[in-house]
């Protein structure tokens, strides 16, 4: 069987190729990285490690927070 599109006579396994090579090519584009500075520094650089903000209600919780990290961390350097 056969299409006609634009006055031509199209296989249906021409149409399916298409659609393949299509859905491939978009893939492609959508997967293709970008410029590597504008995802952010390199990982395991100090300039990109940064802490996160602590919204404690008072100075016991925000101090209990800062030494459960600091002993969580210890433990994971042990682990490696």
Same mark, same amino acid.
């Given at each position: 069987?056969?299409? %006609?599109?634009? =006055?031509? *006579?199209? $296989?249906? /396994?021409?149409? +399916? !190729?298409? %659609?393949?090579? !299509?859905?491939?090519?978009?893939?492609?584009?959508? %997967? +293709?990285?970008?410029?590597? *500075?504008? &995802? =952010?520094? &390199?990982? =395991?650089?100090?300039?990109?490690?940064?802490?996160? +903000? $602590?919204? +404690?209600?008072?100075?016991?919780? /925000? &101090?209990?927070? *800062?030494?459960? $990290?600091?002993?969580?961390?210890? *433990?994971?350097?042990? $682990?490696?």
């Amino acid at each position: 069987m056969s299409y %006609t599109i634009a =006055g031509r *006579k199209i $296989l249906n /396994e021409h149409i +399916a !190729l298409g %659609t393949f090579a !299509l859905y491939g090519v978009l893939g492609f584009a959508a %997967t +293709a990285g970008g410029d590597k *500075k504008a &995802a =952010g520094a &390199a990982p =395991g650089s100090s300039s990109s490690v940064r802490e996160p +903000a $602590l919204n +404690a209600s008072s100075s016991d919780e /925000e &101090a209990f927070i *800062k030494q459960f $990290l600091a002993d969580a961390e210890g *433990k994971n350097e042990r $682990l490696v």
